[in-house]
């Protein structure tokens, strides 16, 4: 038996209490709101179990096991605990008094499935067109950023592009910790580590992205893009690395580069503001917003390109794809489509001077009945 399923073995004897929801492939995340009310996600959609743990003694005791089971400690000096157990789960857990409403546990499970553009057109997540496009972006090595929402889906699309590099390339990815599932022959993955019981021995993207840039990159792969990272990564896209993604939290595509300009800025790269709008400027070609929907379904909203700025010095962003108006049908789930905007994209010319087979026709606005 491997150590991850040793693991979670131990795992189910700590947290006996929703042992099944732990083995159960369609419920991708638990919350635990104290003993007593507990809630999973099943397909996008937040349901509440009969689940429950004798008192919160047993809770918190659950959750030291398995804090201590990972080398770290949660207590009235330490009240959250954030950590990536062996077996690829995420946990992250409050206790009181900060947690008013008994010890509170998140634990995120991640699909060992791989997934594919064709699974993405097969849920409606994304059209046929759009999806190959992407394809195309990828080929051509465009700078993209992946947008959405906390749970909108922003990893499984980013390993998705990944498995659609060329082959003969050195990636890089960086993560704060190992979430990705990428399916690339040279690959070299680096996770952050936490500080010490003595604050020493941390190691953040940052540093790692400092390393990532001395060893040879063909492209360079951020997980999330949350703190003053951001600025390594865009000057990396900025010289001679073609290619490089990233994840942002945020919910429109000006949004995500007002938020990457907001993380720039806490560098210690004494670059001007107006030096570095123009850097983002340069360096992203592409947003990919996606959104988690009323109906539990997570879709790609819109395929966004950036073009400098507008006349008022906002971020000139131009949809080439974007989400038609959504209904609801009678079973509840919402239907639509991506549909094209009618816009090229300025690498247009690259498409056809690289003989690749995806004709302007596909760019036509379609009018949807």
């Known amino acids: 038996m491997s150590e991850s399923s040793v693991f979670v073995e131990t795992l189910k004897n700590f947290l006996r209490p929703i042992a099944d929801h732990l083995d159960d492939e369609n419920v991708t995340e638990i919350m635990i709101n104290g003993p007593n009310d507990i809630w999973v996600e099943v397909s996008g959609k937040i349901q509440k179990t009969k689940a429950k743990f004798s008192d919160e003694d047993a809770l918190r005791a659950a959750v030291n096991n398995i804090a201590q089971s990972v080398g ?53 997540a994304i059209t046929v067109d759009a999806a190959q496009f992407l394809d195309v972006a990828m080929k051509l090595g465009k700078n993209i950023l992946v947008s959405g929402g906390t749970g909108s889906g922003k990893t499984t699309l980013l390993g998705v592009l990944c498995s659609r590099i060329p082959s003969g390339q ?26 010490d019981e003595q604050g020493l021995g941390e190691v953040s993207i940052r540093d790692l992205l400092k390393s990532a840039l001395r060893l040879r990159p063909d492209r360079i792969i951020v997980g999330e893009v ?27 595509a000006p949004d995500a580069l007002i938020r990457l300009e907001a993380l720039a800025q806490g560098g210690d790269g004494n670059i001007s503001e107006k030096a570095l709008r123009h850097q983002i400027a340069s360096a992203i070609d592409l947003v990919v917003q996606i959104s988690r929907y009323s109906d539990g379904s997570r879709r ?14 906002s971020y000139k962003v131009v949809s080439l794809y974007q989400m038609s108006r959504l209904r609801k049908s009678k079973d509840g789930h919402l239907t639509g489509q991506l549909e094209p905007s009618g816009e090229l994209p300025q690498f247009m010319n690259e498409i056809e001077d690289n003989a690749i087979p995806f004709p302007r026709t596909k760019f036509q606005h379609r009018k949807v009945g």
């Open 72 to 124: 770290r400690r949660i207590n009235d000096d330490e009240p959250r605990l954030d950590a990536r157990l062996p077996n690829g789960y995420r946990i992250h857990a409050v206790i009181p008094p900060c947690a008013r409403n008994g010890t509170t546990v998140a634990i995120r499970k991640f699909s060992k499935v791989s997934v594919t553009f064709k699974d993405y057109v097969k849920w409606g």
């Open 170 to 195: 050195r990636i890089i990815v960086i993560e704060d910790s190992t979430e990705l599932d990428v399916d690339y022959e040279h690959v070299v993955s680096f996770e952050t580590k936490n500080p």
């Open 226 to 252: 949350r703190g003053s990272e951001a600025l390594e990564l865009i000057q990396a896209m900025n010289t001679g690395h073609k290619g490089c993604l990233g994840t942002v939290h945020a919910n429109t």
């Open 300 to 313: 790609i909203h819109a395929i966004d390109e950036v073009r400098g700025f507008n006349t008022d010095g």
